[in-house]
């Protein structure tokens, strides 16, 4: 039987953290099923679910702490069960607009009032098409209860982006398509 550990790590960007993550789960047969890594401000950010054979999962996690002494900061979480998605589907939400203090509080406050939950989020700063200022750009795929339409989240938000002057998009069509998990043996 296999069990899921979620680690995150954390310290400054080199070359080699994800070959050294990836030895310790081939040295306890474990398979990395899902990641998201960046660099930011020179700082490696990193999360991976490893599915590991229940036997092998204490050790792993204890060769995965080893890699502090490198100066990287691990923390692990072992994954027992996960929250049924019968009742939820995904939508992708985008929203570019000149940056503000506070848009990523305002949205995610009004998705939890809707118990619509941040499955991914990604944001950036990029420069307009036209006039080359710079934008605040956030990409999301919500995890949303079946009982709220499309329609009822974007008049939920619509208030939030006037205020922010943002544009906003929802799309459950391309939030359906994206892909998801990709198990990578190593």
């Known amino acids: 039987m296999n069990i899921s550990l979620v680690i995150t790590v954390i310290g400054p960007d080199r070359p080699g ?3 050294m993550l990836a030895d310790r789960g081939r040295a306890f047969d474990a398979n990395w099923a899902e990641s998201r890594m960046a660099s930011l401000s020179g700082q490696f950010a990193g999360i991976v679910r ?4 229940a036997e092998k999962a204490e050790a792993m996690a204890e060769a995965l702490r080893e890699l502090e002494a ?3 900061r691990i923390v692990i979480a072992q994954v027992t069960s996960t929250r049924a998605a019968a009742d939820r589907r995904l939508i992708k939400l ?3 607009g000149h940056d503000r203090p506070g848009i990523v509080d305002a949205v995610s406050r009004a998705l939890l009032d809707r118990d619509v939950s941040i499955e991914e989020l990604e944001t950036e700063f990029t420069s307009g098409a036209w006039s080359g200022e710079q934008l605040f750009k956030a990409v999301a795929l919500l995890s949303v209860p079946h009982t709220l339409t499309v329609d ?3 008049s939920a938000l619509e208030g939030l982006a006037n205020e922010f002057m943002v544009d906003l998009t929802l799309d459950e069509e ?4 994206a892909p998801r998990t990709q198990g990578v043996g190593c």
């Open 17 to 19: 953290i994800v070959r």
């Open 50 to 53: 490893w599915d590991v054979p």
């Open 70 to 72: 490198s100066g990287l």
């Open 94 to 96: 985008e929203l570019v």
């Open 152 to 154: 009822m989240l974007r």
């Open 174 to 177: 391309s939030a359906a398509d």
